[in-house]
C-alpha cells in the first residue's frame, strides 16, 4: 500500500511539473519596462518606406483615398503587461500625433485626435501568437461623441470608438524587440469610417485599412530616466 502511494505521489508530481511547463510555454507575451511605473514615447522608426503611415479608404465601387502621415508620434503609459495606452492632448495633438499627411500625394491633410487613445494590447483572445504576427488587437478610445477627424479641404473622415484587430482575416498590431526598443508595426483591415462635408474624394459605405507604419516604443521612469522595454 505505502510503494503504491509513492508510486501515485510521484505520478502526481510528474503531472504537475508537465503541467507547468506546457503551461510557461504557451504563455502569452506581454510588455516590459525596467522602470515603474513606465512612460512609453513612440517615435518614427528611421527614414525607410515602413517609417510612413498609410491609411486608406475604400467604398464598394470600389474607389479609394490613400492618407499618408510621415511619423506617429506620442507619449502614453505602459497599463500593465497586457495593454498599453498611447493618447495625446488638446490643442498640440495636429502636430505631435500624425505629421506632415497628404491625400494620394497632395498635402493639407490635418489628422486630429479629439482626445482619443489607442489601447495596444499584447495579444488577441484566442489567438496565442496574435503580437509576433501583426495580428494583437488595438482599441480605438474616443469620448462620446468625438472620433479621430482626418480633414482634407472641405471632406472629413472620421474614425469612432471601436476594437480593431486580433486576426488573420482583421490584420492587426505587431511586435518585435528592437536592442532597448520595441519595434510596432501595424496592418489593420476593417475600419469603420464615416464622412462629412464636401467633395470628399470617396463617399458612400466606407471602410478603413491601416497598411504600412512602424514606429519606436522606449520606456522612461516617471522622471525622464531612460528604461529598457521589450515584448516577449
Not at 490635418?110 to 495596444?120: A, E, G, L, Q, S
Not at 473622415?157 to 518585435?176: F, N, R
Request: hydrophobic letters at 35%; proline letters at 3%; aromatic letters at 6%.
Amino acid at each position: 500500500m505505502i510503494r503504491n502511494l509513492k508510486v501515485l505521489l510521484a505520478a502526481a508530481l510528474a503531472l504537475t511539473a508537465l503541467g507547468a511547463f506546457v503551461a510557461s510555454a504557451h504563455a502569452a507575451d506581454e510588455f516590459r519596462c525596467t522602470a515603474t511605473p513606465c512612460r512609453g514615447k513612440v517615435n518614427k522608426d528611421g527614414t525607410g518606406a515602413t517609417a510612413h503611415h498609410v491609411f486608406i479608404v475604400e467604398n464598394t465601387v470600389p474607389e479609394s483615398v490613400s492618407f499618408t502621415c510621415a511619423e506617429l508620434r506620442g507619449t502614453g503609459e505602459l497599463v500593465n503587461g497586457t495593454e498599453f495606452l498611447l493618447g495625446w492632448s488638446r490643442p498640440t495633438e495636429e502636430r505631435e500625433a500624425y505629421n506632415t499627411c497628404t491625400a494620394n500625394g497632395s498635402p493639407g491633410v490635418i489628422v486630429h485626435m479629439n482626445d482619443c487613445k489607442y489601447r495596444f494590447k499584447a495579444g488577441a483572445t484566442g489567438n496565442s501568437a496574435a503580437g509576433t504576427s501583426d495580428q494583437a488587437e488595438v482599441v480605438v478610445e474616443c469620448p462620446v461623441g468625438e472620433s479621430i477627424e482626418v480633414t482634407l479641404s472641405t471632406c472629413t473622415y472620421k474614425i469612432g470608438s471601436q476594437t480593431l484587430g486580433g486576426s488573420a482575416a482583421k490584420g492587426g498590431i505587431g511586435y518585435v524587440t528592437s536592442g532597448t526598443e520595441v519595434t510596432v508595426t501595424s496592418n489593420v483591415k476593417g475600419i469603420a469610417v464615416t464622412s462629412s462635408g464636401t467633395n470628399c474624394p470617396v463617399t458612400g459605405t466606407l471602410t478603413g485599412r491601416y497598411t504600412t507604419g512602424s514606429a519606436l516604443l522606449t520606456g522612461e521612469s516617471s522622471t525622464g530616466v531612460m528604461a529598457t522595454a521589450s515584448f516577449g
